[in-house]
Structures are given as C-alpha cells and as structure tokens.
C-alpha cells in the first residue's frame, strides 16, 4: 500500500495517477495550473470557485469533478466566496471507472457487508477489492487506513495507493475523514463497485502492484 503525499511525485510505476496536490485557495485567489500530465482532473473538496480549461468556465462546488480534454489545456482556479479546497491528480491513466468523495465517520450502529476482518473496527466502511486500482486522497480528518493487510495513519494531503485485487479498508477514524477516490479502468473480470470474497469470489491480487 504504497503512501504518497500532496505535491510529492514519487508515485510507484505501475500507478496511473503519478502526481497530485490537495490545494486550497483563499477567497479570490487565483492559481494556473501548470499542465504536469497526459491526463488531469481536479475534484472540488470544499468552498466555491470558477474553474476555466480552454476557452469553458465552469462554476465549481463540493464535488465538482472535471477533466481535460485536449491535450493543449490546462486548469486556472479562483477562489469565489471565501477558500476553495481542491483535488489536483495528474497521471498517464487510459480510462476511469469512477470518481468522486467520500466520507468516513464513527458508527454505533454498523451494518457492513465487507469481509471479515481481524483488526479493530470502528466505522461501517467495508473491507473490500477492486477489478481496478484505486487511490484515496485525503483532505480533512485522520484515522487508520488498511490495504494488503498493512495499517497505515493517514490525515490530509495522504494518498493511499490500492492496487488491483487487494483488500482495502477504513476502520478506524480520530476525526472524520473527507477523501476523494479515483478508479482506472476496470481489468480482470472488469465488474464494478466494492466486491467482496464471501460473494464475488476469492480476490487475485495483482502481486507486482505494491
């Protein structure tokens, strides 16, 4: 489960996502996006602000997910109403399955469906794989995350890196987490969304992808 940070590019070879930050603009600042990669995205986190790729504007809010589209764009971002916090990834990524945010908590009352597990849990976050590989970038709170039965403390700015097949997971939360996730393109048996041994078959993990 290899762990990079915002702005760090270290990332392993086998991941399609190379490089990434967790920006966050004051209320009316303005940041040009210097072009790093093939493919690009940036996923807003918090705040409002005005995202221009090209000659299109487009007004941006939690969870606005935009991507280039021609290889002589780039992104500008400003600020509007008070400070934006945003996602940028970078990489040489062919296709997406998904992408997005999502959010971890506490839970009392747990209703998962993932794997057994035989850590400590605390949260209704399943332990589950992927036909693809998946990214989790942080941008607010803290807690443990779990991948190839490794634990690992993560707070904002961290990305964790899941390659395809290996069992992932959130169990623990200090304070709730916000995180974007990113899926490439689907492999294997190419099915979709979190599978789980007990009903989608034992996992192959991709054993070079750590």
Same mark, same amino acid.
């Given at each position: 489960?290899?762990?990079?940070?915002?702005?760090?590019?270290?990332?392993?070879?086998? @991941?399609?996502?190379? &490089?990434?930050?967790?920006?966050?603009?004051?209320?009316?600042?303005?940041?040009?996006?210097?072009?790093?990669?093939?493919?690009?995205?940036?996923? /807003?986190?918090?705040?409002?602000?005005?995202?221009?790729?090209? $000659?299109?504007?487009?007004? #941006?809010?939690?969870?606005? *997910?935009?991507?280039?589209? *021609?290889?002589?764009?780039?992104?500008?971002?400003?600020?509007? *109403?008070?400070?934006?916090?945003?996602?940028?990834?970078?990489?040489?990524?062919?296709?997406?399955?998904?992408?997005?945010?999502?959010?971890? #908590?506490?839970?009392?009352?747990?209703?998962?469906? #993932?794997?057994?597990?035989? &850590?400590?849990?605390?949260?209704?976050?399943? @332990? =589950? &794989? =992927?036909?693809?590989?998946?990214?989790?970038?942080?941008?607010?709170?803290?807690?443990?995350?779990?991948?190839?039965?490794?634990?690992?403390?993560?707070?904002?700015? $961290? @990305?964790?890196?899941?390659?395809?097949?290996? =069992?992932?997971?959130?169990?623990?939360?200090?304070?709730? /987490?916000?995180?974007? &996730?990113?899926?490439?393109?689907?492999?294997?048996?190419?099915?979709?969304?979190?599978?789980?041994? %007990?009903? %989608? #078959?034992?996992? /192959?993990?991709?054993?070079?992808? /750590?």
């Amino acid at each position: 489960m290899p762990i990079t940070k915002s702005g760090e590019d270290n990332a392993p070879a086998w @991941c399609g996502l190379s &490089y990434f930050e967790v920006v966050t603009l004051a209320k009316g600042e303005t940041r040009d996006f210097v072009r790093r990669g093939k493919r690009e995205k940036i996923i /807003v986190g918090t705040g409002t602000c005005e995202i221009r790729v090209g $000659d299109e504007v487009v007004a #941006g809010e939690f969870k606005t *997910n935009v991507d280039l589209q *021609n290889d002589s764009d780039h992104f500008a971002v400003r600020a509007l *109403n008070g400070p934006a916090t945003l996602v940028w990834m970078c990489g040489d990524w062919e296709t997406e399955t998904s992408s997005g945010i999502f959010q971890v #908590g506490k839970s009392d009352e747990r209703e998962d469906k #993932g794997d057994a597990v035989d &850590y400590a849990k605390e949260t209704s976050f399943d @332990c =589950h &794989y =992927h036909d693809c590989d998946e990214y989790w970038i942080l941008y607010e709170g803290s807690g443990v995350a779990v991948s190839e039965g490794k634990s690992h403390e993560v707070g904002p700015g $961290d @990305c964790v890196a899941t390659g395809m097949g290996f =069992h992932h997971d959130f169990p623990i939360v200090h304070e709730a /987490v916000k995180s974007v &996730y990113f899926e490439t393109g689907l492999e294997g048996e190419g099915r979709r969304g979190h599978l789980w041994d %007990h009903t %989608h #078959g034992v996992a /192959v993990p991709q054993a070079e992808r /750590v």
